[in-house]
């Protein structure tokens, strides 16, 4: 064999073993289908895929209490974005425990059970904080999916050193590919401006130019067309939602007693909000015997 006939059998077999690999190769997200029938996912922003949440931790819209102000701006919100009209990205912040991560999921659910009302599909999608990095890949993976998304980040802050904020900032408004039309973002945070007071502090001390410095972190909350804050609640709030919880798992009790308890407990806690209420009342019905979950 002449070594030009040699050097096209190596080239053939060479081939041959390349697409043998691309075949072994796992589907490009390009490949594999966004979504499947599942109406939540998460976002995993190392593979770059969409893992379904077959069942959503939440409650019902109608177990929230106190809240009903945001409740009512949020709800309106995302019903219009569900009907396809214009709608804003929010930021709900403040106190802890006050059912900001509660109720997002809570009008997604509501939204996905009155799908008689016109709305199309809508998707709920969480992207962890560490992920934000990715959210550029994520929005081009769901850009032209018919459907529409709430990509929703819990916890949302940042700490020095941290760049990822440019991102989000870029997706939210002022970049090039910007965000698709079928896509809103909802985040909660205890800060108000996402950033830590003494974070902000330190920017405008060691800046060259101070102004700026700061202006690009604090503007990021700017970006949000929504700002709903969750303040801490007084003792009839609280003792509303003790009642509304109850009432909700079928709790026996008598008022008084009940509203003893809660005082008790809220002093004991040290702090009144729908999450100290909840855990009331899980107590009670364990000591009745019942389920709370």
């Not at 019902?60 to 009907?83: C, H, S, W, Y």
């Not at 109720?103 to 709305?119: E, M, N, P, W, Y």
């Not at 870029?170 to 909660?188: K, S």
């Not at 130019?209 to 709903?228: H, T, Y």
Request: glycine share 8%.
């Amino acid at each position: 064999m002449n070594s030009k006939a040699y050097l096209a059998e190596i080239s053939a077999k060479l081939e041959a073993i390349a697409n043998a690999l691309k075949a072994l190769a796992p589907a490009t997200e390009t490949d594999a289908p966004a979504l499947g029938a599942a109406n939540a996912y998460h976002w995993d922003g190392d593979s770059g895929q969409l893992v379904a949440v077959p069942r959503v931790s939440r409650v019902p819209l109608a177990m929230l209490k106190g809240i009903d102000a945001v409740q009512d701006i949020l709800l309106r919100n995302t019903e219009q974005f569900a009907r396809g009209h214009g709608a804003n990205n929010a930021l709900l912040w403040g106190a802890r425990g006050m059912g900001k991560s509660s109720l997002v999921k809570a009008i997604h659910g509501d939204i996905i059970t009155r799908a008689d009302a016109g709305f199309a599909r809508l998707v709920l999608i969480e992207i962890a904080r560490e992920d934000l990095d990715t959210l550029p890949a994520l929005m081009r993976r769901i850009a032209d999916e018919p459907a529409r998304f709430i990509v929703f980040c819990d916890d949302l802050s940042f700490d020095n050193g941290e760049t990822s904020y440019k991102s989000l900032k870029t997706i939210l408004d002022g970049g090039l590919e910007g965000r698709p039309d079928n896509v809103l973002f909802y985040a909660t945070s205890n800060r108000r401006h996402l950033m830590p007071r003494d974070m902000i502090e330190n920017e405008r001390s060691t800046a060259i130019n101070p102004g700026e410095a700061v202006e690009e972190k604090v503007s990021l909350s700017d970006r949000f067309g929504l700002w709903l804050g969750f303040h801490n609640c007084d003792q009839p709030t609280f003792l509303t939602m003790v009642r509304g919880y109850a009432g909700y798992y079928g709790l026996e009790i008598d008022d008084a007693v009940l509203e003893a308890r809660a005082i008790e407990w809220a002093a004991t806690r040290g702090a009144r909000s729908g999450r100290v209420a909840i855990q009331l009342v899980r107590s009670l019905a364990g000591e009745m015997g019942k389920s709370a979950p």
